[in-house]
């Protein structure tokens, strides 16, 4: 059984940074290309950043582009997002999500290219 765990989320001003870390376990990580996403208050879920499962290919949605980073850790099964320069537009449940099997050098940024989804965890930017 494939998890993914959150964690990194909180309550911060506006112009800090926050990591975001996901743990995946009960799989292979090195195998799955990895997404996140978020969810604002009544709004869809939509694609924040993407990296494949090999080479770090990797893309970003327009709004967090130049602000958020995606990285991985295949020795600690995990990826991570570096946001920085948070807005209150950036407020939102954050998703990671998995895709297994993938391309090596491939980036997903439907949520329907996912099959594994994390719990999420919030991020609250103040004004």
């Known amino acids: 059984q494939v998890q993914l765990v959150e964690s990194g989320g909180g309550l911060v001003q506006a112009g800090v940074s926050l990591r975001l870390s996901c743990v995946i376990s009960?799989?292979?990580?090195?195998?799955?290309?990895m997404g996140w996403f978020r969810q604002a208050p009544g709004k869809e879920r939509e694609f924040v950043a993407a990296?494949?499962?090999?080479?770090?290919?990797?893309y970003y949605a327009g709004s967090v582009k130049g602000r958020f980073t995606i990285s991985r850790d295949n020795a600690k099964t995990t990826v991570y997002l570096q946001m920085n320069s948070l807005k209150p537009e950036d407020t939102a449940v954050y998703y990671c999500?998995?895709?297994?099997?993938?391309?090596?050098?491939?980036?997903?940024?439907?949520?329907?290219?996912?099959?594994?989804w994390g719990q999420g965890t919030q991020v609250t930017v103040s004004s």
């Open positions: 999500a998995a895709r297994g099997p993938s391309s090596s050098v491939t980036y997903y940024t439907r949520d329907s290219d996912y099959g594994y």
């Open positions: 009960g799989g292979t990580f090195s195998s799955y290309a």
């Open positions: 990296i494949s499962r090999a080479l770090g290919n990797t």
